[in-house]
Nanobody, 113 residues
Framework: QVQLVESGGGLVQPGGSLRLSCAAS????????MGWYRQAPGKERELVAR???????MYPDSVKGRFTISRDNAKNTVYLQMNSLKPEDTAVYYC???????WGQGTQVTVSS
């Protein structure tokens, strides 16, 4: 069984930054690609960043150049650094482990002045 616990969400002004963390329990972390998704009210959940077990990253155009995903295998943790935040980035952000398709409980990010 794998548990994923997100943290770091909150309220930030447009143009600001936040760093989300996702701490994973279990031994699959180092073997699994990890992803960050978000879901805004009334919208479908969408991928915002993914990192392979070897560290290769990918981003959709909507966040490319603003968001950075990274992982620390020694700490079983994946991070999402979000810069130049916009009101349209407001959503609940979820961590996902591709192997086994495990999900965290989500953390709210609100971008508003």
């Amino acid at each position: 069984q794998v548990q994923l616990v997100e943290s770091g969400g909150g309220l930030v002004q447009p143009g600001g930054s936040l760093r989300l963390s996702c701490a994973a329990s279990g031994s699959i972390f180092r073997l699994s690609a990890m992803g960050w998704y978000r879901q805004a009210p009334g919208k479908e959940r969408e991928l915002v960043a993914r990192i392979s077990s070897g560290g290769t990253t990918m981003y959709p155009d909507s966040v490319k150049g603003r968001f950075t995903i990274s992982r620390d295998n020694a700490k079983n943790t994946v991070y999402l650094q979000m810069n130049s935040l916009k009101p349209e980035d407001t959503a609940v952000y979820y961590c996902n482990a591709v192997v086994g398709n495990y999900w965290g409980q989500g953390t709210q990010v609100t971008v508003s002045s």
